[in-house]
């Protein structure tokens, strides 16, 4: 499915009409366990797949250590895929409530004393080849966020409507094409430190 990684102890319940088919499964992701369910109706020019899966640090560390620097606990995912064949375009939707999650980050900050009460509702929305939308909100207590990313071939632009969290309170625009990033931000709490230590980071940038 992705790359060179493969759905380990697979198992699928289809029941299968003149109408529609019906189906759920689960199985492991590079030890990730979840669950799907979904439906395609063969009058209709939608199908659907909703998953739902408990997910933990320690089998999600290999994804996200380049991006947190200390986290653990759980979280839960509840997603549901919708393609539209007549358009061509189809749309992820859903949420992750991440009320066990534990966090220390240097962007983000720290609340490894009390697990986040939170949620994190998201919309991707796929059409052209190259081209997409996505939108992020957060609603925790020591996170908040509101963010619009437009993507396509070249480059995105990213619209912060709101970020606060225990190192950052700011908004604005990010904008990066053919390599070239243009920032423009205002607020009261501003910290990328992260950023600029790491080794990684060779880019032009018009802050």
Request: charged share 30%.
């Given at each position: 499915?992705?790359?060179?990684?493969?759905?380990?102890?697979?198992?699928l319940?289809?029941?299968?009409?003149?109408?529609?088919?019906?189906?759920?499964?689960?199985?492991?992701?590079?030890?990730?366990?979840?669950?799907?369910s979904?439906?395609?109706?063969?009058?209709?020019?939608?199908?659907?797949?909703?998953?739902?899966?408990?997910?933990?640090s320690?089998?999600?560390?290999?994804?996200?250590?380049?991006?947190?620097?200390?986290?653990?606990?759980?979280?839960?995912?509840k997603a549901?895929?919708?393609?539209?064949?007549?358009?061509?375009s189809?749309?992820?939707?859903?949420?992750?409530?991440?009320?066990?999650?534990?966090?220390?980050?240097?962007?983000?900050?720290?609340?490894?004393?009390?697990?986040?009460?939170?949620?994190?509702?998201?919309?991707?929305?796929?059409?052209?080849?190259?081209?997409?939308?996505?939108?992020?909100?957060?609603?925790g207590?020591?996170?908040?966020?509101?963010?619009l990313?437009?993507?396509?071939?070249?480059?995105?632009?990213?619209?912060?409507?709101?970020?606060?969290?225990?190192?950052?309170n700011?908004?604005?625009?990010?904008?990066?094409?053919?390599?070239?990033y243009k920032?423009?931000?205002?607020?009261?709490?501003?910290?990328?430190?992260?950023f600029?230590?790491?080794?990684?980071?060779?880019?032009?940038?018009?802050?």
């Open positions: 499915i992705v790359e060179s990684y493969d759905i380990k102890d697979f198992n319940l289809a029941k299968i009409n003149n109408e529609k088919i019906l189906y759920n499964g689960n199985g492991k992701f590079d030890n990730l366990e979840f669950n799907f979904g439906s395609e109706l063969f009058d209709e020019f939608d199908e659907e797949i909703f998953i739902e899966s408990d997910f933990n320690k089998n999600i560390s290999q994804f996200l250590e380049n991006y947190i620097d200390n986290f653990s606990g759980q979280f839960v995912l549901k895929y919708n393609f539209n064949k007549a358009e061509k189809s749309e992820i939707s859903g949420s992750v409530d991440f009320r066990r999650l534990l966090f220390k980050d240097k962007f983000l900050g720290d609340n490894l004393q009390k697990s986040e009460n939170g949620l994190i509702n998201f919309n991707i929305s796929l059409s052209n080849p190259g081209t997409n939308t996505i939108k992020i909100n957060v609603l207590e020591s996170l908040q966020a509101d963010v990313i437009d993507k396509y071939m070249s480059g995105f632009d990213l619209n912060i409507i709101k970020f606060i969290s225990p190192f950052q700011f908004k604005g625009k990010i904008k990066q094409k053919e390599g070239i920032i423009n931000l205002v607020g009261e709490k501003l910290n990328i430190n992260k600029i230590e790491s080794k990684n980071f060779n880019n032009d940038i018009d802050f």
